[in-house]
């Protein structure tokens, strides 16, 4: 007999390949599979492009000394003929990764559609893909993964992740939605105007004139609302945007000591704000790619967060100029927000009345209710995160990890809240979230206002086999982590706070079978890994077993009646 099925059949019906499998559409008369969508095919008119102008001069660099700088939000009909532009081709359509597998690849994912963005606009956008990876090289550390390559995503190995209480520059994680722009000092300013008595402009050397401005100095997290989305999308997936939904793990969280001057001495050199203004919008340098139009970067945060020194303009980030990855010359940092609003290549601030409209403060990082998605969403569904909630997160050991210990098992981690609220308790649970311990306050990194706290622990685990680890921690308002990843599931996979679980294979040696068991792999040489590999060797002897039998009862019972009867 011929097997007719397509090989992934079976994958296809177990949801294992949830990329493949045909919706169905129950609402006509007759159910109805919708088809997959169909091959991409390109399509690029030239004859269009052409007709729009020479990319060179429509897209040439803004200014000297900005390498990888267009203005966008002061010339409309730039962007008109960049979208333009984008319109007369088509772009293959984003990987799929959640419902099918992600690459087993550094970097995890290219970047493809986003490089052929860039190279289709041309101009000073060419080179920028180039320049940026360029850069990652140069600036982060080797160990660095890569999630997406461009625009640059990365973090550190769990192993790294909390190695420090402060995060070295090159293991800080990056979050970057374009190219990195190559800016030398002597050729910037920044740019304050809107709503404010006096617009200026101000080199950094202005901002560092400590007659006219205050130094700040400041250990601050950042986290990107991203943090930790894995588990979410292992869960369910979730929008299929190939940028927001880098495949965040744990480590999209970093700390440094930032230096620089806060933004509310800036707006007073300006005179403050006037007619209204209540918002600033900031401004950074890179081309973002969405939905076909070409914009800068832009934000803003409410004047009350200014006003309570809580946006550091920052030049130095742990001793030292901020790399170029990082915002080099100059960053905002605004502490206890998700890390979207700490905009990067800072080169103008605008005092607004209300909160921006730019895409990534409008559309992107909305936090939706879980009937909120696909089929219905609307930006107004989704709540604008700004202040991160408290969370936390287990480095060490790893899901899936079989652990052997003595009865504590030891554990590594970070804790963290938003919004100037701090870590006040971590605890751990063996049990699946039954049962908790305190991490001892020895056993946790020192308290800052707007950083997160590093810890370890020995854990009592007297159980074997599979157990659930889970972390959560308590700030102090006393707000804690919900326990279950569903119940914070959202369609924008952000903020995933739940209490950390992480499954591991207890193997505990403090007992005495556990311990004979394991001196026998070793005398024999064998390893203990995988789990799964059987071992060719008995782990009784037959001598034990026969033993065994003569002193316990037999595994089935005689009933009385039934051993009369054969004598019947
Ligand atoms: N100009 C600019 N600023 C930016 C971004 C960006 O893409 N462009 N990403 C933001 C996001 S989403 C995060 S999480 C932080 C990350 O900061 P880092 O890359 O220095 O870690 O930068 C923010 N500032
Ligand atoms: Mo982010």
Same mark, same amino acid.
């Given at each position: 007999m011929e097997t007719r099925n397509r090989p992934d059949e079976w994958k296809i019906e177990q949801g294992l390949h949830g990329a493949k499998l045909p919706i169905i559409d129950q609402t006509g008369p007759e159910e109805r599979p919708i088809p997959p969508q169909p091959e991409f095919l390109g399509f690029k008119d030239e004859a269009a492009i052409w007709s729009i102008g020479d990319p060179e001069k429509l897209? *040439?660099?803004? $200014?000297? %000394?900005?390498? %990888?700088y267009i203005e966008w939000e002061k010339h409309p009909e730039k962007k008109a003929k960049a979208a333009q532009i984008l319109k007369s081709q088509t772009f293959p359509p984003p990987p799929e990764f959640q419902l099918g597998p992600i690459p087993? /690849? =550094?970097? &995890? $994912? *290219?970047g493809t559609r986003w490089k052929m963005w860039h190279h289709a606009v041309g +101009? *000073?956008?060419?080179?920028v893909p180039d320049d940026s990876w360029a850069t990652v090289l140069k600036e982060k550390?080797?160990?660095?993964?890569?999630?997406? !390559?461009f625009p640059y995503n990365g973090e550190p190995p769990k192993r790294l992740v909390?190695? @420090?209480e402060i995060t070295p520059n090159p293991l800080h994680f990056v979050r970057n939605h374009g190219g990195i722009p190559l800016i030398e000092v002597d050729k910037f300013s920044l740019t304050l105007d809107g709503l404010v008595a006096n617009p200026q402009s101000f080199t950094l050397n202005d901002l560092k004139d400590e007659s006219r401005f205050p130094r700040m100095e400041k250990c601050v997290t950042i986290q990107c609302?991203? /943090?930790?989305?894995i588990e979410q999308i292992s869960l369910y997936a979730g929008e299929g945007d190939e940028m927001i939904n880098a495949?965040?793990?744990? +480590?999209?969280i970093g700390t440094a000591r930032y230096v620089g001057v806060s933004l509310k001495h800036v707006i007073k050199a300006c005179g403050g704000l006037v007619n209204g203004g209540k918002h600033l919008e900031f401004y950074g340098a890179e081309s973002y790619f969405k939905k076909g139009q070409v914009h800068n970067y832009v934000v803003s945060v409410p004047w009350s967060k200014v006003k309570a020194h809580e946006v550091i303009l920052a030049w130095d980030m742990n001793g030292e100029a901020l790399p170029k990855i990082h915002g080099y010359p100059l960053r905002v940092v605004v502490m206890g927000?998700?890390?979207?609003?700490? &905009?990067?290549?800072?080169y103008r601030i605008k005092a607004i009345? =209300?909160?921006?409209?730019?895409p990534v403060q409008s559309q992107e990082y909305l936090y939706f209710n879980? !009937?909120?998605?696909?089929h219905n969403q609307r930006m107004t569904d989704g709540i604008q995160i700004q202040e991160m909630p408290v969370s936390s997160a287990i480095?060490?050991?790893?899901? @899936?990890q079989v652990v052997i210990h003595n009865g504590k098992i030891h554990c590594k981690g970070w804790a963290y809240s938003g919004g100037g609220r701090w870590p006040e308790r971590v605890e751990l649970s063996?049990?699946? %979230?039954f049962s908790w311990y305190s991490v001892p306050q020895e056993r946790i990194s020192k308290k800052h206002k707007w950083a997160w706290r590093t810890w370890d622990f020995e854990l009592p685990c007297d159980v074997e086999g599979w157990i659930e680890i889970v972390c959560r921690c308590w700030d102090n308002s006393l707000n804690t982590q919900p326990l279950a990843v569903r119940a914070a599931w959202n369609w924008g996979l952000? &903020? /995933?706070?739940? *209490?950390h679980r992480i499954s591991v294979y207890s193997v505990n040696k403090s007992r005495e079978l556990t311990r004979k068991r394991l001196a026998m792999f070793e005398e024999k040489g064998?390893?203990?890994?995988? $789990?799964t590999n059987t071992t060719?060797? !008995?782990? !009784?002897s037959w001598e034990d077993y026969k033993a065994y039998w003569e002193t316990n009862d037999p595994r089935d019972m005689e009933n009385e009646y039934d051993s009369r009867d054969l004598e019947d």
């Open positions: 897209f *040439a660099e803004e $200014l000297e %000394g900005w390498k %990888g087993g /690849t =550094n970097p &995890v $994912l *290219a +101009g *000073a956008l060419d080179s550390h080797p160990d660095m993964l890569h999630l997406l !390559q909390t190695a @420090k609302s991203g /943090t930790r989305r495949p965040w793990a744990e +480590g999209a927000y998700i890390g979207a609003r700490s &905009v990067k290549w800072l009345e =209300n909160p921006s409209l730019a879980q !009937q909120t998605g696909k480095m060490y050991p790893w899901t @899936k063996a049990d699946g %979230g952000h &903020v /995933t706070s739940s *209490a064998e390893s203990f890994g995988p $789990l060719e060797w !008995q782990v !009784q």
